[in-house]
C-alpha cells in the first residue's frame, strides 16, 4: 500500500479520537480502531513507518502504532 | 387493472377501536367504525357492483353503480361514500337497485367501443364485468349520437397506453396520482361531455409531469390505461395470467412486493402487491415497468474465459470456467499467500448468495478479504449506529412515518431513490407533518404539489456535522433537551462530555453559518422544529454517508435523535435510506471484512468458535481488506485473485484511473454478473449470473424486512448466482451442499442470532418479516430500541467537525457533488436496458445560471469536468437548484465517466468515499446551440432533471 494513503487515513483516525474521546484514551481509540479494522499487512506497513520515525503521523496517531507494536511483540513472545 | 387473484374490497380499510354491526342483505356484519357499506359488505362475501372505487383510494361516489337501499331512509345512497352505522339494515339488491344499475351501465356502454373481447380477453376489464354483473342486454341508444370513440389514442410513455375512447371519466387515475403517487400530474379537463383525463396541461403522457409509477395503470378499470407488455401478449393470445407469483423487487432500498403475472413461463407484467408491507400496492417505474432487462439481449448466458484480458473472450462450459476460476485463485494463493484474494459481495444478490460468498471466502480462501458495496454508500451507517445505538441499521419501519409530525431529510433525495417510500411521507406531509430538508440542491421534496418544506438548509457540501453540531447547540442551549429520556436510556459521562462541547460557542448556529452558508435563524427554527416534535424523524441518505466525516455526522445526527428522545416508538427516529434492493442485507450477512453475519467481530472468539463449528474450519481472527484496500494491495503487488459477484467497481467506485490499475494489476478477476460491465474489461473469468426473476431467495431493505424472492423463470445461464458461488467453492476444495436457499437460510438462522427465527416457512406466512426475529420476537421488530437501546444504555459522542481536505481553489472552484435520479438505478446495468433511457439518455451536469455565465456556458453545451483526480465530459444543464459554487451529476452512464473525477477521499471510519465533495472546474468544450430538453419537458420540471 502506498505509505502516504495509510498515513492520511491513519491520521484522520487520529483526529476523531482525539477530538471525541476522552482526551486520556484517544491514544488507546486509535489502536483499537486500527487493531479492528486495518487488515494485518496494513498495521504491519504502518508500524513499520512508525518505528523508521513516521514521517507525517500526528503524534498520537505514532503513539498508537507503537502500542500496537508492543502488543504484536508480546503477543507473539508469550 | 388490478392484478390477477386481487380481491378489491372497494374503499380503504378504517382503523378504528370501536366495532359497528349491522345486517347486510339478512347478514349480520360486525367492522370497525367509518368502514363504509361497500367494504362492509365485500368483507361479509356480497360483492356490490362498483366503478369508480377501489381499496387504494378514498371512495368518490361518482359512478352511481354501488347504489344501495337502506330500510328506514330515503334515497339510493352509494355504498361507497355512506359508512356503516349501528342497526343499520341494508340491502344490496333489489328490482329498482338493478334497473338504476342497468340505466346506468347503458350510459356508459353507449360512449365505449362495442367489440369487448380484445377488451375483456384476459378477463382484467371491470366494465364488461359490470355490464354482465348488471344483467346489461344492450344499448339502446345507438351509436349515431355524439361519443368520444375517435379521440386520439396517447402512446407517448414506452409502457402503458391511454385510450381516452375507452375512458369513462371514473377520475380513479386522477385519485391515484393524487393520493397514492403524491404527483398530481392528472386532472379531468373541461367539464360534463366534454370532461377528458388530461395529463399536465393537456400534454401528452411523456412529456407531463407523469413520473410513470403506474399507479394509474392500476387504478384504471378499463382498458383506458393498459400496460404495453399486455397489448402484446393479447396479440400472441397470451395476455391472461396463468399464475401470479408474489416476489421483491430487484431495484431500491424499499423492497417493493411484487406479483408476476405469467403466462407460459413468460412475465406479462409485474403489478404491485396490495399486501406488500414496505410497500402497500405502490410502485415506482422502475419495478413496475423496467424488468425487461432480464431477458435483453446483452444478457450472457454462457461462461466465458480468458488468459489476458487483451485476448478476446472464449465462450467455455461451466465446469471448465469454475475450474480454471479455482484452479487460479489457488496457484494465487500458493505463489502469493492466501491473503492475495478475495470476494465482493452483491447487494442485488439474495441474502442466501452474499452469505455464501462471504464463507467462500473465510472457509475456502482462508481469510476474511470481503467486502460489498456497502462500503461505498451505507458503511457509515453502520458504524454510527452501532457505536451509539448498538445496531447497524435504521430504527423504524417504514409505516413509522405516518405518525411523524416533523420529517428531517438530510442528504438524500427519496422521491428519486426511494420513490414508493417517498409518496407515503409526501401523504403524511399533506397530512400536515412539518419538513425540513437539509442539501446543497433543491430536491424535488422541497417544494412538490401540496408539499413544501418548513425549512431548506441549503449547506455548503462537506458541512453536515457543523450543521447538526449548531441545531444541537439551539437543543442544548435553549433547554429543549428530553432530560427524562436521555437520563433514563442514555449513558451519563458520554452525555456529559458532549453536552459540554455543544454548547460551545464555535458550535452555535452564528459560529457555524460561516462554514455551512446556512443562515443562523433558519438553523435555529429549524431546530426547535425537531426538538419539540412531538414526534419527528431524521431520514438520511447518502448524501451523509458518502464524506470524510461521514461517521461523525451519523453519530451526530443520533445524538441529535438522543438528545430530543426522538427514539423508541412509531413516528420518529434515525432512518438510513439504504440504496440497493438487498445492501441491508449483504451487511447482515457478513460481507464485511471485520464482520460475521448480525454484526459480530471476528476477533470475538467464542462468536467465532460458532462458525468454526458450523462451517467445519479455523477462521482468520483478523479483519480483511476492504474494497478500497484491496486496490491498494492490488498496485501495491500483494493482491492479485478477486471474485466479484453482482457489482461493476470500475464504475461505481470513485478514481476510476485508480480502479483499473488496480484490476490491471491482478492475475485473475473472476466476474459473476448479468452483463459484460465495465468491471468484465479486466476479468478473466465471465460467470453469467441470474436475476431476481430466476431465483428463490431473500432481500432484506432498508427497514430490515426480509421478503422473499421467487422463481418465476429458470436461470437463463441455467444456474442461480448461488449454485456457481456453491461450485466454485467445492472446486476450491471446501464442499458445499445445499438442495435450496431454503436450506441456506437455515444454517443462517442457526449461526445468527437477530436472524434465529426466519425461515422460508415463516416468510410464507407472514409475507415478511424485520429482523431481529427471533425467540424474543418471533414475528420481528417494526421499532427498535423500545425502553433500551440494543447495546443497553445510549452512547453519545463528540462530533468535531473537520473539514473535508478536498477544498477549493483557484484552479478548482467548484464543488462536484452526484446523485440519482428516478429513472435510472445506480450504474444503470440494468434501467439502460430498459425504456427508461427516455428520460435518462444520459448524465447531464447541472450548473448554476451564474456560473455558468461566468464560464460562458450555455444550456445543452459540452462542458469538461475536471479535478485533481481527473477529467470528463459532460453536457450541461442550467438550473437554479444548485446553489452556485456547486455542480451535481449522477452515474448512471459509463461514457460520462463521473467517477473519473472523484477522489479517493474517505470516511475516517469506513473508507466509504466522498462522492459528494470534489473540487472542479468547468469549462466549455464546444459551443452549441441545442438547448437540453429531456424528454419531459416543455412542462415543468419532471423526471428528467
Redesign the interface.
Known sequence: ??IR?LV??AN??G??FE????PDKAVEGIAR?L????????RREIIAHARKGGRGLDEPVKKAILMLAAEDEERTSA | MLAVDDKDFGTPARASGQLVTLEIDGRPVTVPAGTSLMRAAALAGISVPKLCATDSLEPFGSCRLCLVEIEGKPGFPASCTTPVAEGLRVRTQSERLAGLRRNVMELYMSDHPADRSACNADGGCELHRMADVVGLGGVRYGWEGRNHLDLPLDDSNPYFVFDPAKCIVCSRCVRACDEVQGTLALTIDGRGFNSVISPSQNEKFLYSECVSCGACVQACPTDALIEKSVLEKRKQGRARAERAVVTTCGYCGVGCSFKAEMNDGQVIRMVPDKNGKANHGHSCVKGRFAWGYATHPDRKTRPMLRKRIDEPWREVSWDEAINYAASELKRIMKTYGRGAVGGITSSRCTNEETYLVQKMVRAALGNNNVDTCARVCHSPTGYGLKTAFGTSAGTQDFDSVMKADVIMVIGANPTDGHPVFASQMKRRLRQGAKLIVADPRAIDLVRTPHVEASYHLQLTPGTNVALVNAMAHVVVTEGLVNEKFVAERCEAEPYARWRKFVVEERNSPEATEKVTGVPARAVREAARMYAKGPNSAIYYGLGVTEHSQGSTMVLAMANLAMACGMLGRQGVGVNPLRGQNNVQGSCDMGSFPHELSGYRHISDASVRASFERAWGVKLDPEPGLRIPNMFDAALNGSFKGLYVQGEDIAQSDPNTRHVIAALRAMECVIVQDLFLNETSKYAHVFLPGSSFLEKNGTFTNAERRISPVRKVMEPLAGKEDWEVTVALSNALGYPMEYRHPAEIMDEIARLTPTFAGVSFEKLDRLGSVQWPCNEQAPDGTPVMHVGAFVRGKGNFTITEYIPTDERTTSRFPLILTTGRILAQYNVGAQTRRTANNVWHPEDLLEIHPHDAEDRGIRDGDMVKVSSRAGQTRLRARITERVPPGVVYTTFHHPESGANIVTTENSDWATNCPEYKVTAVQVMPVARRRKTVRSVAEPAATTMGK
Do not use: N
Not at chain 1, 487493531?35 to 496494513?42: I, L, Q
Open positions: 500500500m502506498e494513503h492520511k487515513m484522520q483516525i483526529k476523531f477530538t471525541s474521546a476522552d480502531h487493531k479492528s479494522f486495518w487488515e494485518p499487512r496494513m
